[in-house]
């Protein structure tokens, strides 16, 4: 557990484990949280670094404009000071758009790339998504029942919701990992910058071997979104040589419903 | 516009084309005009009876408690007011599980039946998101662009969100429709009867001939919910005693399938009704 200051904000980070370096890029709710059933097994394999990024976790929150770019940037900064040149990225939901959009601005420091659950472009659907879990955030708060309801029904598929990890203490899981980890300031403008990102221009930059892992039952960032959008099939076909993993069953959040088969799959590739 | 008196309030309804007739029943939000784009092709073929239940559009919204019960009782009432003795029911979203439930309570004045985006009892994840719609409602207005981004994003297909229908003015009209058509009690009424529903042991009940209609994309009424609910799939395989039965899976298109694909859509339930009705005449014939 340690801090360090990246581009003027205290970032929290921690490192676990030996090997050659893998970070963790969180979501839009939990932080670093959300790898907290991933970390041991990868910790077994990697030097992993987790980190809160800026807003979120133990990472200072500013008031200020955040944006995927601030997030890739202070990425940067992070290992810059942690003096790591090169490094597999590994980045789920949220963490995915950041992950793309920081390999695509700085390919020389990705080693292999790993997205889960996120998308190049937005389709409307997903606007809309997002449009709603900001609403329901500003009227009831980050702490809410309300917002995790909403959430969980992006997060998780119908199945694992009915299942013995489902039900109301799904939504209560969802509600403890959130309320401590986002503030309503940050979680408003990472709403925004999924609704308005549009890295489909610069994939072509992507040079590092990708993996692109998506449940199969993923209703936010589906394996193909609207034309207008621009899912993780056409990042699959935009980014050369990529690799296409489905979760079958699975939802958005496959590192949950999937932990097992998607860890393996990941050190899998990793390790190649 | 006509109303009728009916269980002490006034309906609205409204009869068009010849034939056989066929009752729209409407679903949770926008009343009777959810059939907007489908009525004028149905009365080429059927005499169309649309109307807004209680508590909806042009009918009379009194402050009670609504539930299935209520709006089915609400619905034999209206046909008897207006003599109908039998009529094909075609019920979405909402209406299909309305439809349901008053075709296992009223089996008799049933001729063909159409579920389309039909849920016999919610999963966990329907009833997540139909408190979502309760807390839009209640928090923002069952006008708001907040609620309608909920809707559309359900009800859609990503493809038709995308397209030259979808997109804000998609949005702006449901909210539109939406707020006219139906205030937040109400609607927290009907999503409250939606988390509760449980017709699954009516469903044997059911004797007319049933077509079950489902979108590929739907996410709000999928063919198949999670192991603690009974979506479409499930209605069709447990319909035992239908006269016969029929599984169509519109391609291409979200729960609101009519508004998605409605060529197939309308295809496929003038098909199956018009044989309904043939069937019934040549069978006369024989008598």
């Given at each position: 557990m340690a801090k360090v200051k990246v581009n003027g904000c205290d970032i929290w980070y921690e490192i676990s484990g030996e090997g050659a370096p893998v970070v963790q890029i969180g979501g839009a709710v939990s932080g670093h949280e959300g790898y907290a059933l991933v970390t041991p097994e990868m910790a077994k394999h990697f030097s992993v670094l987790d980190y809160d990024h800026r807003g979120y976790g133990l990472s200072d929150r500013p008031k200020q404009k955040y944006t995927m770019d601030i997030w890739a940037d202070d990425l940067k900064g992070l290992l810059d000071e942690l003096g790591i040149q090169k490094t597999h990225v590994h980045g789920g939901s949220m963490g995915g758009y950041i992950a793309i959009k920081f390999a695509t601005k700085y390919p020389e420091r990705v080693d292999r790339l790993v997205i889960n659950g996120a998308a190049a472009k937005s389709d409307f659907t997903c606007r809309c998504h997002f449009e709603v879990w900001k609403a329901v955030a500003l009227k009831y708060g980050m702490d809410s029942d309300e917002l995790a309801q909403e959430l969980c029904t992006k997060a998780f598929s119908r199945a694992w919701l009915d299942?013995?990890?489902?039900?109301e203490q799904a939504v209560k899981g969802m509600r403890e990992s959130t309320a401590p980890n986002a503030s309503l300031h940050v979680f408003l403008d990472a709403c925004d910058a999924m609704i308005e990102t549009d890295v489909t221009p610069q994939l072509s930059r992507v040079s590092s071997p990708t993996l692109l892992m998506v449940g199969s039952e993923d209703l936010l960032t589906p394996l193909d979104q609207g034309p207008q959008g621009a899912g993780m099939r056409y990042m699959h076909e935009h980014i050369k040589g990529s690799e296409l993993w489905i979760a079958e069953g699975a939802g958005h959040g496959l590192l949950v419903e999937s932990a097992q088969k998607s860890v393996e799959k990941v050190i899998d590739f990793l390790s190649a | 516009m006509p109303k009728i008196a009916v269980n002490g309030v006034q309906i609205f309804y409204q009869l068009t084309g010849e034939g056989d007739y066929l009752m729209h029943v409407p679903g949770a939000v926008v009343a009777h005009e959810g059939y907007a784009a489908v009525t004028p092709g149905m009365a080429e073929h059927f005499k169309v009876l649309d109307f807004d239940p209680r508590g909806y559009g042009e009918s009379d919204r009194p402050k009670q408690r609504y539930t299935f019960d209520v709006w089915a009782d609400d619905m034999v009432a209206l046909l008897d007011a207006l003599g109908i003795e039998r009529t094909h029911v075609h019920g979405g979203s909402m209406g299909s599980s309305l439809g349901a439930h008053f075709a296992a309570k009223y089996p008799s004045r049933i001729h063909g039946l159409v579920l389309s985006g039909c849920t016999a009892k919610s999963d966990f994840m329907s009833k997540l998101q139909f408190e979502i719609w309760k807390h839009l409602a209640t928090s923002y207005g069952t006008g708001s662009l907040e609620l309608a981004y909920a809707l559309c994003s359900e009800s859609f297909s990503r493809r038709f969100n995308d397209g030259p229908n979808g997109g804000m003015d998609a949005v702006r009209g449901l909210a539109a429709t939406s707020g006219r058509n139906v205030d937040a009690d109400v609607l927290c009424d009907a999503c409250d009867a939606l988390i509760e529903i449980d017709v699954t042991g009516e469903l044997a009940k059911i004797t007319a001939p049933t077509l079950v209609v489902v979108g590929d994309g739907d996410v709000l009424t999928p063919a198949d919910q999670g192991p603690t609910g009974a979506g479409g799939r499930y209605i069709y395989e447990h319909l035992v005693n239908a006269e016969f039965k029929e599984f169509a899976v519109i391609e291409n298109a979200g729960h609101a399938n009519l508004m998605d694909n409605p060529e197939q859509s309308n295809r496929v339930v003038i098909d199956f009704l018009t044989r309904v009705s043939e069937r019934t005449a040549s069978a006369r014939g024989r008598a």
């Amino acid at each position: 557990m340690a801090k360090v200051k990246v581009n003027g904000c205290d970032i929290w980070y921690e490192i676990s484990g030996e090997g050659a370096p893998v970070v963790q890029i969180g979501g839009a709710v939990s932080g670093h949280e959300g790898y907290a059933l991933v970390t041991p097994e990868m910790a077994k394999h990697f030097s992993v670094l987790d980190y809160d990024h800026r807003g979120y976790g133990l990472s200072d929150r500013p008031k200020q404009k955040y944006t995927m770019d601030i997030w890739a940037d202070d990425l940067k900064g992070l290992l810059d000071e942690l003096g790591i040149q090169k490094t597999h990225v590994h980045g789920g939901s949220m963490g995915g758009y950041i992950a793309i959009k920081f390999a695509t601005k700085y390919p020389e420091r990705v080693d292999r790339l790993v997205i889960n659950g996120a998308a190049a472009k937005s389709d409307f659907t997903c606007r809309c998504h997002f449009e709603v879990w900001k609403a329901v955030a500003l009227k009831y708060g980050m702490d809410s029942d309300e917002l995790a309801q909403e959430l969980c029904t992006k997060a998780f598929s119908r199945a694992w919701l009915d299942g013995p990890q489902g039900g109301e203490q799904a939504v209560k899981g969802m509600r403890e990992s959130t309320a401590p980890n986002a503030s309503l300031h940050v979680f408003l403008d990472a709403c925004d910058a999924m609704i308005e990102t549009d890295v489909t221009p610069q994939l072509s930059r992507v040079s590092s071997p990708t993996l692109l892992m998506v449940g199969s039952e993923d209703l936010l960032t589906p394996l193909d979104q609207g034309p207008q959008g621009a899912g993780m099939r056409y990042m699959h076909e935009h980014i050369k040589g990529s690799e296409l993993w489905i979760a079958e069953g699975a939802g958005h959040g496959l590192l949950v419903e999937s932990a097992q088969k998607s860890v393996e799959k990941v050190i899998d590739f990793l390790s190649a | 516009m006509p109303k009728i008196a009916v269980n002490g309030v006034q309906i609205f309804y409204q009869l068009t084309g010849e034939g056989d007739y066929l009752m729209h029943v409407p679903g949770a939000v926008v009343a009777h005009e959810g059939y907007a784009a489908v009525t004028p092709g149905m009365a080429e073929h059927f005499k169309v009876l649309d109307f807004d239940p209680r508590g909806y559009g042009e009918s009379d919204r009194p402050k009670q408690r609504y539930t299935f019960d209520v709006w089915a009782d609400d619905m034999v009432a209206l046909l008897d007011a207006l003599g109908i003795e039998r009529t094909h029911v075609h019920g979405g979203s909402m209406g299909s599980s309305l439809g349901a439930h008053f075709a296992a309570k009223y089996p008799s004045r049933i001729h063909g039946l159409v579920l389309s985006g039909c849920t016999a009892k919610s999963d966990f994840m329907s009833k997540l998101q139909f408190e979502i719609w309760k807390h839009l409602a209640t928090s923002y207005g069952t006008g708001s662009l907040e609620l309608a981004y909920a809707l559309c994003s359900e009800s859609f297909s990503r493809r038709f969100n995308d397209g030259p229908n979808g997109g804000m003015d998609a949005v702006r009209g449901l909210a539109a429709t939406s707020g006219r058509n139906v205030d937040a009690d109400v609607l927290c009424d009907a999503c409250d009867a939606l988390i509760e529903i449980d017709v699954t042991g009516e469903l044997a009940k059911i004797t007319a001939p049933t077509l079950v209609v489902v979108g590929d994309g739907d996410v709000l009424t999928p063919a198949d919910q999670g192991p603690t609910g009974a979506g479409g799939r499930y209605i069709y395989e447990h319909l035992v005693n239908a006269e016969f039965k029929e599984f169509a899976v519109i391609e291409n298109a979200g729960h609101a399938n009519l508004m998605d694909n409605p060529e197939q859509s309308n295809r496929v339930v003038i098909d199956f009704l018009t044989r309904v009705s043939e069937r019934t005449a040549s069978a006369r014939g024989r008598a």
